[in-house]
């Protein structure tokens, strides 16, 4: 069964940092370019990709309104994808998701930055950033 499952969400005021980690399982983690998505409170999910790292980790990309704060990672060994979130803003407030495809090996984030394929999604880390 493929799972994506998120975890290190939570509740940071203004100029904190929290680490999200999305451990992945029932495919070859490493044949994949994967990132984040998060859904802020009325709006769309795949409409704000935050980050996209390449299978091997060697490319990124990030958001304009993430550049400069936010950081992503991956261990290949642990089948685990990280985004390091510093300097949290209020509008960074949302729920921060892992995608990914399985089907075939897509190794390259797509041309806007997110990965090519999602059709794994993990369940969901709500961060919280207080003013």
């Known amino acids: 069964e493929v799972q994506l499952v998120e975890s290190g969400g939570g509740l940071v005021q203004a100029g904190g940092s929290l680490r999200l980690s999305c451990v992945a399982s029932?495919?070859?983690?490493?044949?994949?370019?994967i990132g984040w998505f998060r859904q802020a409170p009325g709006k769309e999910r795949e409409g704000d990709g935050v980050?996209?790292?390449?299978?091997?980790?060697?490319?990124?990309y990030y958001a304009d309104s993430v550049k400069g704060r936010f950081t992503i990672s991956r261990d290949n060994a642990k089948n685990t994808l990280y985004l390091q979130m510093n300097s949290l803003k209020p509008e960074d407030t949302a729920v921060y998701y892992c995608?990914?495809?399985?089907?075939?090996?897509?190794?390259?984030?797509?041309?806007?930055?997110?990965?090519?394929?999602?059709?794994?999604w993990g369940q969901g880390t709500l961060v919280t950033v207080s003013s």
């Open positions: 029932g495919f070859t983690f490493d044949d994949y370019a």
């Open positions: 980050s996209c790292i390449e299978n091997a980790g060697g490319t990124t």
């Open positions: 995608a990914s495809g399985y089907l075939f090996p897509l190794y390259q984030c797509s041309d806007d930055g997110c990965p090519p394929s999602r059709d794994a």
